[in-house]
């Protein structure tokens, strides 16, 4: 199955990735209470400087790490723009790991040959078919060279 054939649920909407052929795409798996939190502030600045060009940003809320998610879509929505000024979209909260996972999610690491995420904040870059995985300790910062070569 095509991960182009997927849609991102968010509260509300459903976005179908087919409509974002073309386009570099980040996914974050994110959570609020996590020591990695202030990397929101880090993946909004990838957003602002490179989502003219192209790339596009989603994030995943999960609780499976240590339930660093606790709250309800419509809470993270506000603490993240509160706290971080996110402006890229936010997907309903969702699993990452296990038969319960985000279908996209299994998707991804299928396709990046990783077994299971392993924290909050791990990061896959796609476009077309190709997806890199990057760990959850890799600043947004570190990607912009791999996202330069891919909005090109």
Not at 59 to 85: R, S, T
């Amino acid at each position: 199955m095509s991960l182009y054939n997927l849609s991102i649920e968010q509260p509300g909407r459903s976005i179908p990735l087919e409509s974002l052929k073309g386009k570099t795409i980040l996914f974050v798996n994110v959570a609020s209470k996590c020591g990695l939190t202030p990397q929101y502030k880090g993946l909004q600045a990838l957003y602002d400087k490179y989502h003219s060009r192209g790339l596009e940003i989603f994030g995943f809320p999960c609780n499976q790490f240590m339930k660093q998610e606790p709250a309800e879509d419509n809470e993270i929505l506000q603490f993240c723009e509160v706290n971080y000024g996110v402006t890229f979209p936010l997907a309903k909260k969702a699993d990452v790991n296990g038969p319960t996972a985000q279908p996209i999610y299994k998707a991804l690491k299928e396709r990046a040959g990783v077994q299971d995420i392993d924290w909050n904040f791990s990061k896959f870059l796609v476009k077309g078919d190709e997806v890199k995985w990057f760990n959850a300790r890799t600043e947004p910062s570190a990607l912009e060279s791999e996202i330069e070569k891919l909005l090109q």
